[in-house]
């Protein structure tokens, strides 16, 4: 297989150096050999195949590759992982409205005055239910306005039947947000490894998603659901602190 440079912290060009194995996610790595009898005694599970070999810690940061974001795909394509995932599925929610809510005929009948807070499980929360009953997690935390928009009370009325479902949900003001600098962008976070970043028309439409397993995003994401989860409140709360829009 062809070997792809990737770079060296080398003044001498010789060693240490990373190389890309073309067609696999396999990187090679230059660099001296590991020869100090203290530390190869404390190596575990070698097998004879296997050495060791030393390099400044800039080689990685400077020179790791890169996973670069997917081109824009329709949500409905990623619609398996939602099935196909190991163990987390956690969502942030930062809208002011989506046109899915909107075109919903649950919208139509809220509008009207009827109770959409405990419908039948349609097929997300059919799924969520199966999901959960697996051991996985869903999860979302939905940023809130003061006072909420007209979208935002409609999700919240719905939440009961996400909670019911093993999606759990829970809010979080606008205000402490900024505060706490989360993104104010939608995306999904899977299994703690690949973020799905929702791009959405100025009518508030899905156009889709991008897909990004960089190791930087990820780690980005996994901090900002922390610390939202950290300080949001489950929907049953929150609802009570607005008991006007239920």
Request: proline letters at 6%.
């Amino acid at each position: 297989m062809t070997l792809r440079f990737l770079g060296t912290t080398s003044d001498g060009g010789d060693c240490p150096t990373l190389y890309a194995i073309e067609g696999t996610d396999e990187i090679l790595v230059q660099g001296e050999r590991e020869t100090d009898p203290q530390h190869l005694v404390q190596l575990r599970d070698v097998k004879p195949s296997e050495t060791f070999v030393r390099v400044p810690r800039e080689l990685l940061t400077r020179f790791a590759p890169r996973h670069e974001p997917s081109d824009l795909i329709p949500f409905a394509e990623m619609a398996n992982v939602f099935t196909t995932f190991k163990h987390t599925a956690w969502r942030l929610e930062t809208r002011r409205g989506y046109a899915t809510d909107r075109h919903s005929e649950a919208w139509a009948r809220w509008q009207a005055g009827e109770d959409v807070a405990h419908d039948e499980p349609d097929a997300w929360r059919h799924n969520a239910a199966e999901q959960t009953a697996q051991g996985k997690t869903f999860g979302r935390v939905r940023i809130a306005d003061e006072p909420l928009t007209e979208g935002q009370r409609f999700l919240l009325t719905r939440a009961p039947s996400n909670v019911a479902a093993g999606d759990e949900v829970r809010y979080l003001w606008r205000t402490d947000a900024v505060r706490l600098g989360l993104p104010d962008f939608d995306f999904w976070l899977i299994d703690s490894r690949s973020v799905l970043r929702f791009v959405f028309d100025e009518q508030d439409t899905t156009l889709g998603v991008i897909v990004n397993e960089d190791p930087a995003e990820v780690l980005a994401a996994c901090q900002a659901r922390d610390a939202a989860w950290h300080y949001a409140v489950p929907a049953a709360e929150f609802a009570a602190q607005v008991p006007s829009i239920v």
